[in-house]
């Protein structure tokens, strides 16, 4: 027979460290079955609502009476992924399966029974059930993540089978068993690449797990990471919202009232804990034309941070790949000679009024040269095409600062180049960022 404890109470002689918990971990609404652990977001700003709230549920074990327990956790997303004082309850339970069954059930009231499938934008997502007043129901959508700040401590260690992104599911395909032996992984070769290479991308993935955590936590210095599911639905969610406001247009108050963007929206925050301050107009939330591009960014930027923190960037170099998964070649140059140092004597000269940084002088520190997989061959099949095409006479405008003769290019790409005009030109951040 189930017993509820107190809220905001531990068992007796328990604490909150005193707990195991379990996977797997439910991954799509409206499906908990089999599960022990679900995180789920609600998100909603109208019918004079403003809520950013989480709900975590879980099937525990007492590491010191090994007693099963259903524990429920919940509160406003807040900054760091979690309020500062959660509210939760412990239910004492005979066994694991009750456990379960009761946590199931919870999961139904607040996920199962409180929304519908509805086609919204590219394809049928669920959205909150219209009650008989008018209002919507207070839908909380199933939440993977990655990292998770929320439940008891033992959560912590509990992820999704997606949770570290394509290299953990590689490694997941690569532990199923066969006959009850374990599957062999074909060792994928470490890129070697040189010191300056591999301390740029670490410093890159280093500054994209920083910005993660920033946006992720408000600045507190935590992060809840999305899974790469929960950013792969994060972009179609994101297209889907593009494709609406090219229906009705750059109107910031059409899209403000657009049921559709409401919604997609909604799903996008219930789905991401990305942090986002109590009281604040829902102008600055729904997604609209003033916002969307910034998402794109920062979804790029978490999936970033989730490929960093499976690979422990934090551990030495030589047992890193810290080029894993990027589908080019990237050495560094030496700015004292060969073409490095010619790069670096000619990048200055092509300031013009309008990029010399307000008279500033531009010093080159380091060069890279990158080539990505592929786009050589592509590049020079356009060349060869309009080298075909290109009048035997023409008026020869060429863009400014060219030279025929490039360190970096063989005397036959040299023609190409200069035969169809191919120019080396540039593309800088503006001075203000």
């Known amino acids: 027979m189930a017993t509820k404890l107190n809220k905001s109470t531990p068992p007796d002689n328990h604490s909150l460290a005193d707990f195991e918990c379990f996977g797997p971990v439910a991954t799509e609404d409206t499906k908990f079955s089999g599960c022990h652990l679900a995180d789920l977001g609600c998100f909603k700003q109208d019918e004079g609502v403003d809520s950013n709230k989480y709900y975590h549920i879980a099937a525990v074990k007492s590491t010191k009476t090994s007693r099963w327990y259903a524990y429920f956790e919940w509160g406003r997303t807040r900054p760091d992924g979690r309020p500062d004082k959660p509210s939760f309850q412990f239910t004492e339970c005979s066994s694991e399966q009750e456990a379960m069954t ?70 997941a395909v690569a532990a199923k068993t066969n006959g009850g032996s374990a599957v062999k992984k074909t060792a994928t070769p470490k890129r070697v690449v040189d010191p300056s290479t591999a301390k740029l991308f670490r410093d890159l993935l280093g500054g994209a797990v920083a910005y993660t955590k920033s946006v992720m936590s408000g600045g507190s210095g935590k992060a809840t990471i999305p899974t790469q599911q929960a950013i792969d639905e994060g972009r179609e969610l994101l297209q889907d919202a593009l494709g609406r406001v090219a229906i009705i247009g750059d109107d910031h108050n059409t899209q403000i009232n657009d049921r559709t963007l409401k919604l997609l929206t909604a799903q996008l925050y219930g789905r991401i804990p990305k942090a986002k301050p109590l009281g604040q107009a829902e102008s600055v939330w729904i997604l609209s034309s003033n916002n969307i591009l910034v998402w794109q960014q920062d979804l790029d930027a978490f999936e970033t941070a989730l490929q960093a923190d499976d690979m422990k960037i934090e551990r030495e170099e030589s047992t890193v790949d810290v080029m894993q998964g990027i589908p080019a070649d990237v050495a560094a140059l030496d700015v004292r000679s060969g073409v490095g140092e010619w790069l670096a004597k000619w990048l200055p000269t092509c300031k013009t009024d309008r990029n010399n940084l307000r008279g500033c002088k531009i010093q080159i520190h380091n060069v890279w ?46 023609d190409l180049f200069w035969n169809t005009n191919t120019g080396l030109t540039i593309h800088g951040t503006r001075s203000v960022n």
Not at 385 to 394: D, G, I
Request: proline share 5%; charged share 35%; with cysteine.
């Open 102 to 171: 009761i946590c199931e059930k919870q999961f139904h009231e607040k996920n199962t029974k409180r929304g519908v499938w509805e086609k919204i934008g590219s394809k049928d997502r669920y959205i909150p059930r219209t009650k008989k007043d008018g209002s919507t129901e207070d839908l909380y959508v199933v939440r993977p993540t990655a990292t998770r700040l929320v439940g008891l401590p033992g959560a912590e260690k509990i992820a999704n089978d997606d949770a570290k992104g394509v290299a953990a599911m590689a490694k």
């Open 369 to 414: 040269k990158v080539d990505r997989h592929g786009d050589a061959a592509k590049f020079r099949t356009v060349q060869q095409q309009v080298l075909a095409e290109m009048p035997k006479s023409w008026n020869n405008e060429r863009p400014s600062h060219q030279i025929k003769t490039r360190p970096d290019l063989s005397a036959m790409e040299q």
